[in-house]
Each structure stands twice: as structure tokens, then as C-alpha cells.
Nanobody, 122 residues
Framework: QVQLVESGGGLVQPGGSLRLSCKASGRIVSINVMGWYRQAPGKERELVAVITSGGSTDYADSVQGRFTISADNARNTATLQMNSLKPEDTAVYYC????????????????WGKGTLVTVSS
């Protein structure tokens, strides 16, 4: 079983920065993809950024140039650096991973953290 725990959310003023962290735990050998998604009130969950174990990244158009995703494969962690935050970035941010290799099997399941709230407001 894989568990994801996020940290780093909070209240920030427009134009400010926050750094979100995600730690995956369990009997993990490697993770193919880690990512961040968000869900604002009344809206569907959407992709923010993803990173592969090889370091390839992809971002939502709305955060391109402002957010940076990184990962530490050895520690099974992913970080989302968010700069120039806007009120429309307010949402619950969820860590996700998929393509998990354990000592005994490969899992193609999606694993999710419980989320961390980011509020951008003056």
C-alpha cells in the first residue's frame, strides 16, 4: 500500500509564494509519475503539474512559468514551488502518484493524498 502526505499549504497574499511537499511511503521501489492536482470550490479536480521519474515535466497553461515541480526519486518526494500566486490559484491541492513499483509487483493505480488547502487572498 502507498500513502501520500502533503504539507505546505496555507494563506498567502496575491503575488506571494508557497512551497508544497509530498512524501510517498510504503514498500516502494520506484514511482513512474508524481504530480499535483487541485480542486477549487464548485469545480472539478484539474491537473497542475506532473513529473516523470526521468525528469520530464508538464504544466497546466494557467500555471506555466509560475509553478515549478521537482522530485527526489530516492526519497519518493515531490515538491511544487508556487510563485506569483493569484486568487484563482485558491484550491485544495492533491498529490498524486501512478506507476508504482514495489518489491513484488507493479501497480498502475492512482494514489492520492488527502490534500492541502492553499488560499490566496489579501
Amino acid at each position: 500500500q502507498v500513502q501520500l502526505v502533503e504539507s505546505g499549504g496555507g494563506l498567502v497574499q496575491p503575488g506571494g509564494s508557497l512551497r508544497l511537499s509530498c512524501k510517498a511511503s510504503g514498500r516502494i521501489v520506484s514511482i513512474n509519475v508524481m504530480g499535483w492536482y487541485r480542486q477549487a470550490p464548485g469545480k472539478e479536480r484539474e491537473l497542475v503539474a506532473v513529473i516523470t521519474s526521468g525528469g520530464s515535466t508538464d504544466y497546466a497553461d494557467s500555471v506555466q512559468g509560475r509553478f515549478t515541480i521537482s522530485a527526489d526519486n530516492a526519497r519518493n518526494t515531490a515538491t511544487l514551488q508556487m510563485n506569483s500566486l493569484k486568487p484563482e490559484d485558491t484550491a485544495v491541492y492533491y498529490c498524486n502518484c501512478k506507476g508504482v513499483n514495489t518489491p513484488t509487483r507493479y501497480s498502475g493505480m492512482d494514489y492520492w493524498g488527502k490534500g492541502t488547502l492553499v488560499t490566496v487572498s489579501s
